[in-house]
């Protein structure tokens, strides 16, 4: 159960030159992160009924940029679904746009482009070029003050009538001492390095905002679909969940080590061991609730 990649166990977070001024909470140049939100990718879209639920037959869209694409798990998809659509993936890191183009390469997928973008900062595509934007967990690279800025710069490359779809997570809940120390450890640090919209440790709390910076940001006909994954021990979900949260411990350490000195490598290393240990009881319920918020430019003269 829960097998990790061997090239994790040898993993040295330090030998990585993890920097104050990383943007990412883990490091994204990292095999096992590409791996990871692979892994989390396929999970989150089947828990959401598909690549796009708001509007499955993709009518009336025909560019689609994915932002902080990573790997390119969802926008390969898309692709692969819709060959007559032009999708295009943005990601601030080298190496996950490297990945993403060999796998569009090796898929033989002509309608994909992927290349290197910061989506904190302007991106380089003209007014008005594409139909659907899609974003999802980006609260790892942003802070609250981005957030605006983003929606914003989304809604001058949407067309009249296009989508923008934001999709956001709050912690996993569950009923082990262990998970539920690191939750409130990861959050801590979070917010010491200015990274939540709560105010204080309990939450990320950007989910609450979503349809707040739609609407400030112009968007009109908002609407929410809310999402739960049960990962309790005997669930389809429990692998898969537990080893996408399992192998995030450990890659994210030095960011937590960086803001709370008590939390050593080793101490991270423990309480991973105890976490492994407590999914793996047969009583363990674990539920991670994840939020999707879309809204719609209006067209001209609306």
């Known amino acids: 159960m829960m097998k990790q990649d061997d090239d994790l166990e040898h993993y040295d977070p330090e030998a990585y030159g993890y920097a104050t001024e990383n943007p990412y909470v883990i490091d994204p140049?990292?095999?096992e992160e590409m791996h990871r939100l692979d892994l989390q990718g396929r999970l989150f879209t089947r828990a959401m009924g598909g690549l796009l639920a708001e509007r499955p037959d993709f009518s009336g869209i025909h560019r689609v940029l994915d932002l902080g694409c990573g790997p390119g798990e969802w926008a390969l998809e898309v692709a692969r679904e819709h060959p007559d659509l032009e999708?295009?993936?943005v990601d601030k890191a080298p190496r996950m746009i490297e990945f993403a183009t060999v796998r569009a390469l090796a898929d033989r997928l002509p309608n994909t482009a992927f290349q290197v973008a910061d989506v904190t900062?302007?991106?380089?595509f003209a007014d008005q070029s594409f139909d659907l934007i899609n974003a999802r967990f980006l609260q790892g690279l942003m802070r609250p003050q981005e957030w605006p800025r983003?929606?914003?710069e989304c809604w001058r490359l949407l067309r009249p009538g296009g989508l923008l779809r934001l999709t956001e997570a709050e912690p996993w809940l569950t009923n082990s001492a262990a998970w539920e120390q690191w939750t409130r450890t990861l959050m801590r640090a979070l917010l010491l390095d200015g990274r939540t919209f709560s105010p204080d440790e309990a939450h990320w709390g950007v989910v609450f905002m979503l349809r707040r910076l739609l609407a400030e940001g112009g968007f009109q006909q908002v609407q929410e679909r809310a999402y739960a994954i049960n990962f309790?021990?005997?669930t389809p979900a429990h692998e898969g969940i537990c080893q996408d949260l399992l192998i995030s411990v450990r890659l994210v350490q030095p960011f937590v080590t960086q803001h709370l000195s008590e939390w050593t490598k080793e101490a991270v290393e423990e309480v991973r061991e105890r976490m492994e240990q407590e999914?793996?009881?047969?009583?363990f319920c674990g539920l991670w609730f994840f939020l999707s918020a879309s809204g719609e430019r209006p067209q001209q003269g609306a």
Do not use: C, I, N
């Open 29 to 31: 140049d990292l095999l």
């Open 121 to 124: 900062a302007p991106l380089p």
């Open 150 to 152: 983003l929606v914003k």
């Open 87 to 89: 999708v295009v993936g």
């Open 232 to 234: 309790s021990f005997g």
């Open 279 to 283: 999914a793996r009881a047969p009583g």
